[in-house]
């Protein structure tokens, strides 16, 4: 799987603090050992910095950039920068998303607040539609592109909170419309679902009222193959599959990583 002569765009490239590593720097630093030049983009910089260093210190090259999804003119820059730094950009990463917990409040439908659902919807949906539309030009003229969205298992499992479940089940809908219509002009584009997985934002998010031992082994507990969450390695593998010539002939793909959860 040889990513040599590629620039990749890792939006979501930093990670909260936990005892793990996130999806985003696991991808990052996977496609720079496969040969990428990675721009890894986060909304803390210091956190894009830590991946970035990580990449260099492997060997790989790397740049940190910041940026809020939030911000068009953000994301407009991003890919800038990424072009004029490396020569192009023949990946894009969307790795970005929230879920309850994270500063905001999701909801069953009958008490979900409408500005928390807007934010929900711009986060993890608006964001990786404005980042597309930025990237997909430059694809466009070189002839050739990949876009790998992060989605999640929530979008086709039963989820309580409207938000999440919604905006994930967006993403898919949207990695399929980019696959439809952009085939033509060689640009790829499949969304990975992850189900549980071993990452600061799936578990330290939720220590409080258990322990974060008590947490993991109830999570284990759900997972078919091997009672065993995966790990953010797991979705960077499949990342960087999806981002090589060997899936060349697969777009509109919506791609499981979850242990056999969804078939269970």
Request: hydrophobic share 45%; charged share 20%.
């Amino acid at each position: 799987m040889n990513l040599d002569q590629r620039t990749a765009l890792i939006v979501g490239g930093g990670q909260t603090p936990g005892a793990t590593i996130g999806n985003g720097r696991a991808t990052a630093i996977a496609f720079a050992k496969a040969g990428a030049k990675v721009a890894v983009a986060d909304r803390k910089l210091e956190s894009a910095e830590e991946t970035a260093q990580q990449v260099i210190d492997s060997g790989g090259q790397a740049i940190a950039l910041q940026l809020d999804v939030l911000s068009e003119e953000a994301i407009q820059q991003a890919v800038s920068t990424t072009c004029s730094t490396f020569g192009g950009l023949d990946i894009l990463h969307n790795n970005v998303g929230v879920a309850a917990g994270a500063g905001h409040r999701d909801a069953r439908i009958e008490q979900i607040e409408a500005e928390d659902f807007s934010f929900l919807v711009d986060v993890n949906l608006r964001g990786m539609v404005l980042t597309s539309k930025h990237a997909l030009p430059i694809m466009r003229e070189a002839g050739r592109g990949v876009i790998i969205n992060i989605s999640s298992l929530a979008a086709l499992k039963p989820y309580p909170l409207v938000g999440y479940k919604t905006t994930k089940a967006g993403v898919i809908a949207f990695t399929q419309q980019i696959a439809a219509n952009y085939a033509r002009h060689g640009i790829r584009a499949n969304v990975i679902l992850p189900g549980l997985m071993e990452t600061p934002m799936a578990v330290e998010g939720q220590v409080g009222k258990k322990s974060r031992d008590e947490i993991v082994a109830e999570r284990d507990a759900q997972v078919p193959l091997g009672n065993k969450m995966g790990s953010a390695w797991d979705v960077a593998n499949a990342a960087l599959f999806l981002a090589s010539d060997l899936a060349q002939y697969i777009t509109g793909a919506v791609l499981p990583v979850d242990g056999g959860l969804s078939v269970s």
